[in-house]
């Protein structure tokens, strides 16, 4: 039997323990970062909450060296498994590797910042481990430039949003931030350090995009830039019908660019004063209050909430900002009485759901389990999901936001990993972003989780196009039917970059090969 690893471990390295009643593991890697055998329980939590894995070691890499040598030597062991880790904030331990190894990629956040200017376009490398947060900071205050794509939360790692799809108010108009990434260095199952591009090294490419991290681990992205506007109108309008909401979200989306919003999301919420779920959730400051008189008499459980945001320059006049909002407002069906509007920075809108993170952590919730539930649905089954769903199944709330926007089938590219539905240039993204009180027991976890088998259930007995987003599922017979067709493809992939099946365990879609070598 090939010993797991081949070498002591770097002699100052600080945070490893020389000590012979320790796994041979953590006695025998040569990194330039470090290697933890004690202290592993933050690599067996993720923001979920639901589930809990101790692993062998976490290892925090000084680079993609580091990260080669830890799969080589997972590959060249028995039945040894890695899992990537970025900040965590995976919902079903899909990060976590139950007695593997775990990469704590975010070591490696500095690892990489270069502007790159080719035929024309604007370019950033980033390490994998880089946190959204901290590139929209650098991009914009030292180049005024900034992504083009986000993620509605920004505390991610630009290797975990590319290894999913990351799709925010902005995707209808610029495709997923999987769109938006030109290069990938990317370490394999083998161990191999690959650059990979379109032209390059293409399979691993698209493969890795959306690839739940099981061809590889991401060390750096090159990801397309824009012109980053100064400002930002932030436009939210009620809605008492859904087809009212569909209609104009749907005409929003495919207006020709420059034509619509910059930005364009919604969310569905309760007709009534819960604190939470109701009328309050709605305005955009909390001085602000929610006129219910306006609400038509016929407004049913639940009402509607379009968000939308339109970007300029500190140097546009006012009047101009106004005409083109006002333009497209008119063309809408909202509530009248029920518009909120204001104007920040963008760096202030793109970083909003910050300040849902601090008033969440204040309040003890923020670490509570999380038991969200992601989906892609197709246009043609959207107003039956709403009336079986929101209408009946979700009518109290799930305190927490219940997102509901289009996006657009010929901004995703399909040679990518990424599942959405099969029919219609028009599928919705449903998020279902519950937050539980502190200390929240078992059962009462366990009983929205429930409620979401629940959903996904009814949607499969309806006949519904819908594939989960964040996909989790505990059988392979599950994983073949949400690629569908593209199963082989994925399998094809697996055999070609992680033939051992080492990376990320915790999805849950190949099982380790066991080595008798």
Request: with cysteine.
């Amino acid at each position: 039997m090939i010993a797991y690893l081949e070498r002591f471990i770097h002699e100052n390295d600080t945070e490893s323990i020389q000590d012979d009643r320790l796994p041979p593991i953590c006695q025998s890697l040569d990194l330039q970062g470090s290697i933890n055998c004690v202290a592993t329980g933050l690599a067996g939590k993720d923001f979920g909450g639901m589930y809990s894995f101790n692993p062998l070691a976490i290892i925090r890499p000084a680079g993609a060296d580091d990260v080669a040598r830890v799969v080589k030597a997972a590959y060249r062991s028995p039945n040894m498994t890695v899992a990537a880790r970025g900040n965590g904030h995976s919902i079903n331990g899909q990060a976590m590797a139950d007695g593997g190894v775990v990469i704590d990629m975010r070591s490696t956040g500095d690892n990489y910042f270069k502007i790159v200017r080719m035929n024309g376009e604007i370019f950033v490398d980033v390490s994998g481990g880089a946190l959204w947060e901290d590139v929209l900071i650098r991009c914009v205050s030292g180049f005024n430039l900034a992504p083009r794509s986000w993620t509605d939360y920004l505390g991610l790692t630009v290797g975990g949003t590319l290894s999913n799809a990351g799709v925010s108010g902005q995707a209808f108009r610029y495709g997923p931030q999987t769109s938006n990434a030109r290069e990938l260095d990317v370490v394999t199952g083998k161990g191999d350090i690959l650059t990979c591009s379109e032209t390059e090294n293409s399979e691993l490419f698209f493969g890795a995009l959306g690839g739940l991290g099981q061809f590889g681990i991401i060390t750096r992205a090159r990801v397309k830039l824009q012109s980053a506007p100064d400002m930002v109108r932030w436009i939210r309008l009620v809605y008492s019908e859904f087809e009212d909401f569909t209609r104009d979200a749907e005409w929003l989306v495919t207006r020709p660019d420059g034509m619509s919003f910059d930005y364009v999301e919604g969310f569905v919420f309760v007709n009534n004063d819960d604190p939470v779920n109701g009328w309050s959730s709605v305005p955009l400051d909390p001085d602000w209050g929610f006129d219910q008189t306006a609400i038509p008499p016929t407004a049913g459980s639940v009402l509607y909430c379009l968000e939308v945001a339109l970007h300029y320059q500190n140097s546009d006049h006012p009047s101009a900002v106004d005409t083109v909002v006002n333009s497209l407002l008119g063309r809408l069906r909202f509530i009248e009485d029920l518009k909120f509007q204001v104007d920040i920075t963008y760096v202030e809108f793109i970083l909003r759901v910050k300040q849902v993170e601090e008033h969440a952590r204040a309040n003890e919730i923020w670490d509570s389990p999380h038991p969200w539930l992601n989906l892609f649905v197709s246009k043609k089954d959207i107003v039956d999901f709403d009336r079986m769903v929101f209408k009946r199944l979700l009518k109290e709330g799930i305190g927490g936001p219940m997102l509901i926007y289009p996006l657009l089938r010929s901004k995703w590219d399909n040679r990518t990993s990424v599942k959405i539905p099969d029919e219609g240039e028009i599928f919705y993204l449903v998020a279902l972003l519950r937050f539980t009180p502190p200390y929240s027991k078992g059962s009462y976890v366990e009983k929205l989780a429930s409620q979401n088998q629940e959903i996904v259930q009814l949607c499969v007995k309806n006949g519904f196009d819908f594939k989960l987003y964040l996909p989790h599922y505990h059988s392979q017979d599950d994983w073949k039917r949400h690629f569908g067709n593209q199963w082989s493809r994925f399998v094809d992939r697996k055999a070609s970059f992680d033939p051992m099946a080492i990376l990320a365990p915790g999805q849950k879609i190949f099982k380790r090969v066991i080595s008798h070598s």
